[in-house]
């Protein structure tokens, strides 16, 4: 299809083309198609920018969900850990004579942990 012949959406294009990236194509195979196609040279500089910063988008925010989860399970390990030691010398599972330890900062922060990686977005 010539794409100088109809008015363009380069949404639909981009769209097209970011899907072949995904695919495995390389930029310059779709710069190539994409002037076969008649696109003029500033419309596939504007096309292929586009198509980069939606993959870096995409990258960028894959890693912020790891990191998120990351954040969040420590958070957990953290709580879950003062308050086994809490529990545990309260009960005197963990036996350290007459008194127990309150360990309120790992549960603290473990609970602060969690919500950082709840409102990291």
């Known amino acids: 299809m010539n794409y100088k012949n109809k008015t363009m959406n380069l949404f639909e294009i981009e769209e097209e083309y970011l899907t072949k990236k995904k695919e495995g194509h390389s930029f310059s ?22 198509i ?13 969900r790891s990191t998120r989860r990351q954040i969040i399970f420590m958070g957990l390990v ?6 086994l030691i809490t529990i545990g010398t309260y009960t005197g599972f963990i036996n350290i004579g007459q008194s127990f330890i309150l360990s309120y900062g790992p549960i603290f922060g473990g609970i602060g942990l969690i919500g950082v990686g709840l409102n990291k977005r």
């Open 29 to 50: 195979e779709i710069r190539k198609e994409l002037k076969v196609k008649g696109l003029t040279d500033e419309q596939v500089k504007v096309v292929i920018r586009s």
């Open 52 to 64: 980069d910063n939606k993959i870096i988008k995409e990258e960028v925010n894959k890693s912020n």
């Open 78 to 83: 953290l709580t879950l850990i003062g308050l």
